[in-house]
């Protein structure tokens, strides 16, 4: 499967965004998928998950109350809804598809993975 992510960009402190990532190729809903994220001179750090059928989400510890991860199956395109954006968020934003259930926090545990998309938080 093909993954394109999209939606970032130049936004002020306390505004948000929404990110998307279109899939192509194979249906969305045979894989989990997630956001990841990485800014310079880190680790790409897990953010938000979402099961095949949209039932159970887990988020990572900065994501918490502030970022909202959905899918549409139909439209095989998976959103980040991010909220508060604070200067801390500002990073690349990847999406990423998986078909292993279980462990979801290492990006190793990823077949397929978007091109990023850019956040800059920034007044």
């Known amino acids: 499967v093909q993954l394109q992510a999209f939606g970032g960009g130049l936004v002020q402190p306390g505004g948000y965004l929404r990110l998307s990532c279109a899939a192509c190729?194979?249906?969305?809903?045979?894989?989990?998928m997630s956001w990841f994220r990485q800014a310079p001179g880190n680790e790409r750090e897990f953010v938000a998950l979402i099961s095949r059928s949209g039932g159970t989400t887990y988020y990572g510890d900065s994501a918490k109350g502030r970022f909202t991860i959905s899918r549409d199956n139909a439209k095989n395109t998976v959103y980040l809804q991010m909220n508060s954006l604070n200067p801390e968020d500002t990073a690349v934003y990847y999406c990423a598809a998986k078909t292993t259930i279980g462990s979801y926090r290492g990006p190793s545990l990823y077949s397929y993975w978007g091109q990023g998309t850019e956040v800059t938080v920034s007044s």
């Open positions: 190729g194979r249906t969305l809903s045979m894989y989990g």
